[in-house]
């Protein structure tokens, strides 16, 4: 008797404990709530932001939910169709489209759409109420572009006003750069020993920053060439790089009022290969005995095999550009670099146009601004202040 | 085919090689090979990655204001023509217009914006002395080197101190990246070596 | 006109870009793009020009027999074979087993890469004749190239092993990398963002013309 | 001319041997180098390992043979790595010779005895989604759907139909990703549209070349980790416990790295050393 008692008992806690157990495998989790869908901000007008709080099964120890799917509609009570799905723990969702009309996937803007979410585990899901009308549109500023925005117009501003001061004939001080202030030397060095000044505008394309920051400063070294009555080597590897070097350098000589000086088989075009054209200019550097040689501009790969050739044949070398990984090569073999910046700096610097001068001083004062929030930032993110941060935060 | 084709490859590499004790005519014929075939390359290669799914495909579509890169395009070409040459300095102005406006939000965001937003982290952490010498290394290092570049004042006095410094990391970093760069070339010359020494006469496995 | 046309489309050009860069409303959400492709089919014609003006050169060097004519031919020989090769194959030009990646694998490849990889005796030769400690800068970038240089290969661990964990080579090189390395990279990056952003701006402006000067 | 000044003047061609001496030897032996991992590989392969298996990887490979050196045996060893923890691939291209690149990796994995007996399928296992011109405007598609930037396979199926690929919308359902990169665009714009608008995993192998401007975006916790050349092939390598190529080319890059250094002294030495004595 005893022994039925304990078999039954057993039993009894054996189904308790399937009850417990079997049947709330197959029931749903807790569905989705507070679901709210609406127009994704700063877009072009074909998606929609779906969000949604947790199931409550959502979480390590309990009924495992394992994903969300995300279900849209035309009307509250039509059929809704799979648009997506999110892993657990996830709570937003971007319903997009394609942006052209053609695409079956194509996201019309400004209709009405309803979404659910549902909840799912392995074996079974739930859903969640329905939510909407939202409409997808899209909108005429990215609010998440305002820093940028801001930087933009601050920056221009600073220009302008920059350069309408120069107009009112206002000095600008600017500090001494070493590499500019080696110009006048070496070119004075070269009309002393009667040997020519070589100039290469590196292998950047006309349309580079780089190549037409150079195009500037060859223009101011041209000038200072015709006055001292040296001659200036510019050859080059890319034709059109080529004809606008021709102009700037006669413009160069015409300012010196010596154009009957300017010798344009000087300015020449040799090949687009790198390595080609950097062999025929080591060629040039050995033959002609250049005095100087000016690297300003783009530079890649090559860069150290001129500054060595140069280093070794006894040129004075003064370079720059704004590519970094050639920066090194130039520091170590020529005498004098332009860092970056100050290639593009340098172009004001020989020239002293109030007008590039006035640009060059928004450049500062841009730099201050940076350089006041880098401190002001880095205190405010001590003291764990994160508005800060956010004013430079861009969103794409 | 392909042990022709092995053969073919060493040889040429051979051919540039020779030129690192003297110029001679294998390597000129190594050489005059390359400048042919990349040139070759890079034309085909336009054509069939840039004209065709850019221009051609756009046109066929009903795209026709992609008939503008045509135009900018032939005017380019007309540079062959002395006479009428310099219509191609229109298209230069786009390709620089275009260089220019996109630089400008480009480099203002990647570079600019995204690298404060980077740089402004607490000077202090707590509990942790390595991360907090780390950071107050990166936000005067970033700080003086900026110094560096300001063109406005004299550098002298404590302002020239800074930028003292800032030069200082400025060819700390140079050293790192000179270091790298050699890490590279060397990589490739191993790579050509592996290729002559195991792919082609199979001595190395 | 020859001047101010240019002027005037890369003042237009480039300032409309900037603008359309914060309205993300079609239809100027997709006019980024398209002038990225004009600018990428301007580019194609340009690639032309050159491929163009090489043959010209070297046709002329033929046919006025000048020193090394021999040598433009196989110019001539290289071009065609790519370009002939290439249109023949279709769209599919670089799929592998195509005889145009049969020529790109076993001459353009090698060819490319021997290149490159003579920079690693020019770099010896360069370390040995021409990178100076001429000053104090020079000084301290050579200094830690040689940190990096051991630092980061295996030999760097067994010159420094008998320091204590975490002070040898590997490990300064590690810091140097992360932190005043990281800082410098900043600082240069800024600055040349400034500096590009200016010169952008000097450019659409029409106070940096020189590339719209020749003829 | 006195010793050093002869040493100064030393034929480059002798510097030129030496180098080709100290690349090639090498090569011939097996030696068994001590390869520390450093941190940024360590941290990489720390995310990796933390992918439960059957995690979706993206992988891009944006370069082209140019780098082949440097970057393919990366390639190798990361499909190999995903092949051994069962992680699904998903390759993609920015450039152009990217999926080529990706092709002839996977012909070298999986030959390997190893990789064999798991016989990974094609769109099962791994898929080749080929490349799309636009460079970092591809990854902003990609953001909103993978399937319309990429809507076909390199060898031309549709993408909706492989199997691997169902359920893949956008960043969503990517659990990391890695890019392999020479350039523009490469890790930077994966970082810049990738990271920061869609906050997706991002490890990255670069050039040596690059590496260094990699490096402030890893300080700032926006790239998981990095290999950086060679090198940082050979620390992965070590570090998933295979250890293949790049490791095999340790030995040389080390010759050749202490022979630079030393040419750096004695070319400093000698130079200063017959500068003293003309100035005295």
Known sequence: MK???????????????????FPQENLSPLPPTEVRASDTPNDNGHSITVTWKLSGDDGADKKNVVAYEILRSDSPTGEFIVRGMVPAGNNTYQDRGAKEKEDKNYFHPHKDFYYKVRAKTLNSYSESEVAGPAQAYGEWFHLGKLPVFVGTVTFTIMVLAFISLARKGKEFYV????????????????????????????????????TIASFTILNRIAKKTAEHKTKIIVPCNDPIVMSVAQETVKAGYLDAGRPDMYKEENIFYLTSMQFAYVAAVNGIMLREQTATNFYLGKFYAESLILAETGSVAGSIQISGTDEIAQIPFFVAATDFTLIGEELYAASAYLGREPLLLGALKAQDLAKAIVMISLALGALAASFHLGFFLKLFTVQM | METIGIWIAALLTLGIFSFLYKDNPFYKFCESLFVGISAGYWFVTTFWQVFMPKLADNLIAGRFYYMIGAIFGVLMLLRLFPKIGWLSRWSLALVVGTTAGLYFTRYLVSNGMVQVQNTIIPLYVKGNL????????????????????FFSKEHKGAFGGLAKLGIWFLMLSFGASFGYTVMSRMSLLIGRMDYLLGTWLGLIR | MRREVPLAITAIVGFALIIVYFIPHPPFNHSRDFFEDLFFIIAAFAIWLGCLNLLKVNADKVYLKKKGWTFSIVVWFGFFLMVIVGFWEGRGFMNPGTTFYYLYDKLYYPLNATMFSILAFFVASASYRAFRARNKEATILLIAALF??????????????????????????????????????????????????????????????????GE | MNFLEKLLALDRRIIFLFIAIAVALPLFF??????????????????LEALPPGSKVLVSLDYDPGSMPELQPMAESFFRYCFMRDLKIIIIGLWPNGPIQANSALEVILNEPDIKKKNPKYGMDYVNLGYTAGNEVVIERMGSDIPVTFPKDYSGNKTEDIPLMKGVKNFNNIDFVYNLSAGYPGTVEWVLFGVDPYKIKLGAGNTAVQAPQIYPYLNSGQLVGLLGGMKGGAEFEIATGHPAKAVKFMFSQSVSHALICFFILIGNFAYFATRKKKGA
């Not at chain 3, 900043?186 to 400034?194: D, F, N, P, S, V």
């Not at chain 4, 097996?30 to 995310?47: C, G, Q, S, Y």
Request: proline content about 4%; overall charge positive.
């Open chain 1, 175 to 210: 500090r001494p750069l070493a590499g500019i202030d080696a110009v006048d030397d070496a070119i004075g060095r070269a009309t002393e020993m009667g040997r020519p000044i070589l100039y290469i505008l590196g292998l950047g394309s006309a349309a580079d920053i780089a």
């Open chain 1, 3 to 21: 022994k039925t008692k304990a078999v039954l008992f057993s039993i009894l806690i054996i189904l308790f404990f399937f009850n417990l157990s």
């Open chain 2, 130 to 149: 390595s991360q907090t010498i780390g950071n107050l290394v990166i936000v005067i290092g970033t700080f003086s080197g900026l110094i560096y570049f």
């Open chain 3, 148 to 213: 990096v240089m051991l630092g980061r290969v295996p030999f760097g661990y067994y010159l420094s092993s008998w320091l204590p964990e975490g002070w040898r080579l590997g490990n300064i090189t590690d810091w140097i990398m992360d932190f005043p390395q990281t800082a410098a990279q900043r600082a240069i990056m800024i600055g040349i963002a400034l500096g590009i952003v200016s010169s952008s701006l000097r450019v659409l402006l029409g106070l940096e013309r020189t590339f719209a000067s």
């Open chain 4, 30 to 47: 097996t030696v068994k180098l001590h390869i520390e991992v450093t941190p940024v590989v360590r941290n990489l392969h720390n995310a």
